[in-house]
Structure formats: structure tokens, C-alpha cells
């Protein structure tokens, strides 16, 4: 079945620093990568709509300036967080679309659990 | 805008119950709806995928139902047992290879 691998699954940074991470599609395609957050006992909330060498869409109130968005290949996008701060502590997950068929179901990477002390 | 809601929010059972959750979405135009399982600290494993022309999908002691015109599917879980502990989401997708709108979920508890 297809795969998504999303690295790190953890992370623990400073106040301040950049944190980079990564999410793979290991055996498809995919144009599209979909970027989430999730906040304790909330849902998982679209922060950004990925596409394979264009610039991300970003959803209202997400700032494009702070998760950096790159998706230069079919198989790999990146989320980087810049200049993290505390309340960007959350779980981040990625997902997937193949390239083809076009209705196959989104493909969930494990999610990076990020803590910024 | 799309709204996903899922009831309840918790809920727990004896093990060996059978149990139904629910999830009700506010559009009814939507490309298909997924269930899916969250373990703590975990990503999301697809449980059932059902497309907006379908009316139920089952696997094994799990059966998803949905009714597209009142915005509301079912998640029935048959024989509970303590693995079942989770929390369920519920994500309706409005076209395909959109993104997913998802419920917040429903915290299952099993006890044996």
C-alpha cells in the first residue's frame, strides 16, 4: 500500500530556532501534499495545500512567513517552522495525494510532534 | 464552509459491546468521507473510505454508513475489545484530492 514517512516523528527545540521537517511518499506520486496541525484534544486543522513545484496555499490565519512550505519534488515536501516559539507546540502531520488514480484516499504520514521550550 | 461534527466525545464501553459513533457534516456535496483511528501521540490509520455514491463499506467488525443527503454517516463497531481504545475521526473530503475536513473526533475507552 502506499506509504508516507514523515521525519522527525519528534522534536524538541529552543525558543527562537528553525525546525525543518520532513514527509515522504515512499512508493506513489504525489502532486499534492496537505500540511495539518492538531492541537490537544482538537481536530486536525489544514494549515497548507502543497503542490509539486508551485507555491503552497496557505489557509486564513496560518502565516506563510513562519512555516516555510516547499514541495520540489513528487515525493517530498517540507514544513519548516521558523523562529519557533512556544505556542507553535503542536502535532504536525502530513498527507499525500497520488499523482494517479485521482480518487484514491489520502495517505497520512505518523505525524512530528514539536515542542519549543 | 464545510463543518464536521462528531458525537459523542468520549465514550465508554464493556468490552464486548456493540457501539455506533456518529459523525454529521453541515454540505452534503462531498467527494467521499473516511473513519479513521488516532492512537495517542500517533498519526491516523484509514479505517473506511466511502465514496458519495456508496451508501455503507464494511471491514471486518467495523461498518460505515453514510447518507449523504441528511449529512450524516455511522461508524458501528461490532464485538468491542480493549485494542478498539482510541479516538475515531470522521473527514468528509469536498472534491477530489482535496484536502479533509475532519471532525474532532471521538475518544473510544474499552475495558475488559
Known amino acids: 500500500g502506499a506509504v508516507v514517512s514523515q521525519h522527525p516523528s519528534w522534536v524538541i527545540c529552543k525558543s527562537g530556532t528553525s525546525v525543518k521537517i520532513e514527509c515522504r511518499s515512499l512508493d506513489f506520486q504525489a502532486t499534492t501534499m496537505f500540511w495539518y496541525r492538531q492541537f490537544p484534544k482538537q481536530s486536525l486543522m489544514l494549515m497548507a495545500t502543497?503542490?509539486?513545484?508551485?507555491?503552497?496555499?496557505?489557509e486564513q490565519g496560518v502565516e506563510k512567513d513562519k512555516f516555510l512550505i516547499n514541495h520540489a519534488s513528487l515525493t517530498l515536501s517540507t514544513l519548516t517552522v521558523t523562529s519557533a516559539h512556544p505556542e507553535d507546540s503542536s502535532f504536525y502531520i502530513c498527507?499525500?495525494?497520488?499523482?494517479?488514480?485521482?480518487?484514491?484516499?489520502?495517505?497520512f504520514g505518523n505525524g512530528t510532534r514539536l515542542t519549543v521550550t | 464552509k464545510q463543518e464536521v461534527t462528531q458525537i459523542p466525545a468520549a465514550l465508554s464501553v464493556p468490552e464486548g459491546e456493540n457501539l455506533v459513533l456518529n459523525c454529521s457534516f453541515t454540505d452534503s456535496a462531498i467527494y467521499n468521507l473516511q473513519w479513521f483511528r488516532q492512537d495517542p501521540g500517533k498519526g491516523l490509520t484509514s479505517l473506511l473510505l466511502i465514496q458519495s455514491s456508496q451508501r455503507e463499506q464494511t471491514s471486518g467488525r467495523l461498518n460505515a454508513s453514510l447518507d449523504k443527503s441528511s449529512g450524516r454517516s455511522t461508524l458501528y463497531i461490532a464485538a468491542s475489545q480493549p485494542g478498539d481504545s482510541a479516538t475515531y475521526l470522521c473527514?468528509?473530503?469536498?472534491?477530489?484530492?482535496?484536502?479533509?475536513?475532519f471532525g474532532k473526533g471521538t475518544t473510544l475507552s474499552v475495558s475488559s
Open positions: 502543497s503542490n509539486e513545484g508551485s507555491k503552497a496555499t496557505y
Open positions: 473527514a468528509v473530503s469536498p472534491k477530489a484530492g482535496t484536502a479533509l475536513i
Open positions: 498527507s499525500a495525494s497520488k499523482v494517479s488514480p485521482y480518487n484514491s484516499p489520502l495517505h
